[in-house]
């Protein structure tokens, strides 16, 4: 969602046509869906920047949490994490 914040912003410095507009609608559309459907609605490119990964994890109770986390959490082993919301926590760096 955060390129569609920057994105969305491009018609205001311009005067478009309606087949411009209908581009930008169907483009943001599209971004919106693969947002959507790829579990990118928390990705934040601030994250990428800052060596942060972002895993979804299903717990043993079947629930499924995602983790920031700059290391690797590759494997089935145990880690140490703080709740930042219902579902969403963060592994403390080391």
């Known amino acids: 969602m955060y390129l ?6 491009i018609p205001l410095f311009m005067v478009p046509s ?4 209908t581009s930008f609608a169907i483009i943001l559309l599209v971004m919106l869906s ?14 990428v920047a ?6 979804l994890v299903e717990l043993s109770d079947g ?3 995602y983790i920031l986390s700059k290391q690797s959490l590759r494997g089935n082993r145990g880690i140490e994490a703080y709740l930042l919301t219902d ?3 963060l592994v403390e760096d080391r």
């Open 34 to 47: 693969t947002y959507i459907n790829s579990d990118l609605i928390f990705y934040n490119p601030m994250f």
């Open 4 to 9: 569609i914040s920057y994105i969305s912003l």
């Open 87 to 89: 579902y969403f926590f």
């Open 63 to 65: 629930d499924r949490v």
């Open 18 to 21: 309606w087949a411009e507009i």
């Open 50 to 55: 800052l060596g942060y990964k972002l895993y």
